[in-house]
């Protein structure tokens, strides 16, 4: 079993290598699953009633959700990317939300929502890739 230092700088060496040769569609997709992960995590800390971890994970949450939001391209994007950037905003805010309520179901909401944003990025990938 390794040690979780040695895990969280396996896992960021990992990321930095995938990052490294993606595409920006698969840039999003490799925050986009992080973000999923940190969620769950989210959830646990919640349920196990481990506030300060809670805190810490949420902000990491809203962090990723501020970068996937500060890529898109708005200029050139139109309706579709108007629609995504609000749709991260609302994600935050609920995220916000559920940091004071404590309610793991807003977390559920959250994942649900980047869970069909994620599809439809796989969407796009499929087509820019077949």
């Not at 895990?7 to 990321?15: D, F, I, K």
């Not at 898109?72 to 940091?99: I, M």
Request: proline fraction near 2%; hydrophobic fraction near 40%; charged fraction near 20%.
């Amino acid at each position: 079993m390794m040690n979780h230092e040695a895990y969280s700088s396996y896992h960021a060496t990992n990321l930095d290598a995938q990052v490294t040769r993606a595409s920006p569609i698969e840039l999003v997709l490799v925050l986009t699953d992080g973000l999923l992960e940190e969620l769950a995590r989210a959830r646990g800390h919640i349920e196990g009633k481990r506030y300060e971890l809670k805190a810490k994970s949420l902000n990491k949450c809203t962090d990723i959700i501020n970068g996937l939001s500060s890529s898109l391209d708005f200029d050139n994007g139109g309706e579709v990317v108007a629609n995504l950037g609000r749709l991260y905003d609302y994600c935050a805010g609920r995220l916000y939300t559920a940091g004071v309520s404590l309610d793991p179901a807003i977390i559920d909401e959250v994942t649900s929502l980047l869970t069909t944003i994620k599809k439809g990025w796989l969407g796009v990938q499929a087509k820019t890739n077949g």
